[in-house]
């Protein structure tokens, strides 16, 4: 099995230094997989460009910034694949480039020399989605990529480069944006983000990312699991091999309208109070959990969805721990899939001051309970050596700091993304 991390360039500028995550953070060692989030496409030129100006100096002879950093990881870990991911909340851009075949064939053959020059392995497509009106056009522009990065490849006598996507979850928008059979029969891998079911928008307690559906409270939609998802992906044409289970690390935060009533499915004000480490409402890391439980936070851990919950005054936090995530390895390869895929590395306890459990606890647990099916089913482990024992005493909660250590403009942009997305099924 392997396991894909995305690293984000806005994580390394957050105003509270603890929560600032560079490359020199990155423990490569868990991860078989690392994607840089994100390039942009500038829709004229039919290429990609830097989001951000500690990327990249442009320069191929005095080579600096983010990416060059990035790649360098595969120095001391030479079995490491990196990738580049383009769009995002911000991937407007796609709408320009699928104009027609001539202007997808320019943007694909950039890429590629963009890639190259850089030292990355591959490109994940994230369009966030393409619906009715794009449909078929999303599948062209996979077919000209796979032609395209094909004789690249052959042309200059290079291994090919990688195409993985990053998916949807909601049915209605499954059914409106992907030709699934098609698309996976054109790339490599295809990561389904199976978190963001509750969010902000939600008017009870409930988390992001739950494995299993509710079927305890009729409340809730019955769509709205890593489980449900993954099986529709599989049902309607995916291969499994290709699959990959997408897993947050983000926290999902609600402001109660009564603390006595304080479970799953409890009716909420509203989302959480910013934090201190994200600045977002609504949204922790997993570090910040585990801070909010030393203070006195309740924890309890839902068996039926596989998350855990803290309750601090009006506060609730719902989270995956790393019992959460040894459970979703789980599933995934219980599924035959792929992998699972972390968005995204910063809102891990990356520094191990918080939840007394070394760092980096849910990757850890993420790659362990890989490591543990490889030994006992004999499964393909293409994660590396085994990290060095981290430990002390856990707090018991293993908690989190909720994340997406995203500027506030952008990570905005992605709540409304989310949301657009899953109006098309009931909420609670």
């Not at 990881?73 to 075949?101: D, M």
């Not at 959480?272 to 994200?278: A, C, D, S």
């Amino acid at each position: 099995m392997k396991n894909f991390c995305y690293f984000t360039y806005w994580s390394a500028s957050l105003a509270n230094f603890d929560a600032r995550f560079d490359v020199r953070d990155i423990n490569a060692t868990l991860c078989s997989h690392l994607i840089y989030a994100f390039a942009n496409i500038d829709p004229l030129e039919l290429k990609l460009i830097k989001y951000d100006a500690g990327d990249d100096n442009g320069s191929l002879t005095n080579t600096q910034g983010r990416y060059f950093e990035f790649n360098k990881l595969k120095i001391q870990h030479p079995e490491l694949v990196t990738l580049l991911s383009i769009g995002g909340a911000n991937g407007k851009g796609f709408y320009q480039i699928v104009a027609n075949e001539a202007s997808m064939t320019t943007f694909a053959r950039n890429v590629a020399i963009y890639l190259r020059d850089r030292d990355f392995e591959g490109i994940d497509i994230d369009w966030e989605w393409p619906m009715e009106l794009y449909r078929n056009k999303f599948t062209t522009l996979l077919e000209v990529f796979r032609q395209e990065f094909d004789a690249e490849s052959l042309r200059e006598s290079k291994p090919k480069l990688l195409i993985t996507i990053a998916v949807a979850v909601g049915d209605d928008t499954i059914s409106k944006s992907y030709d699934i059979p098609q698309i996976s029969r054109l790339v490599d891998y295809i990561q389904v983000m199976a978190y963001d079911f509750h969010g902000t928008w939600s008017r009870v307690t409930s988390f992001s990312g739950p494995l299993n559906s509710r079927l305890s409270d009729s409340r809730f939609n019955q769509q709205l699991s890593q489980h449900w998802a993954i099986d529709r992906w599989i049902s309607g044409g995916a291969a499994r091999e290709k699959l990959v289970m997408g897993i947050t690390g983000t926290a999902t935060t609600f402001t109660l309208v009564n603390v006595t009533n304080a479970g799953v499915g409890a009716p909420v004000k509203g989302p959480g109070k910013v934090g201190p480490y994200l600045g977002i409402e609504g949204h922790a890391s997993y570090y910040r959990v585990c801070e909010m439980i030393r203070k006195g936070a309740v924890y309890k851990f839902d068996d039926e969805q596989k998350m855990a919950y803290a309750v601090l005054e009006d506060q609730w936090v719902g989270y995956g721990n790393p019992e959460s995530m040894k459970a979703k390895v789980q599933f995934a390869h219980s599924r035959q899939l792929a992998g699972t895929m972390f968005w995204s590395l910063e809102v891990d306890d990356f520094l191990g001051k918080y939840c007394n459990d070394g760092k980096f606890p849910l990757l850890t647990s993420i790659y362990n309970t890989i490591q543990e099916l490889a030994e006992t089913s004999g499964i393909n482990l293409t994660i590396r050596s085994k990290p060095a024992t981290q430990s002390t005493t856990p707090v018991r909660c293993g908690c989190s700091f909720i994340g997406g250590h995203e500027r506030w403009s952008l990570y905005t942009t992605m709540i409304l993304t989310g949301l657009i997305n899953y109006l098309r099924v009931k909420f609670v």
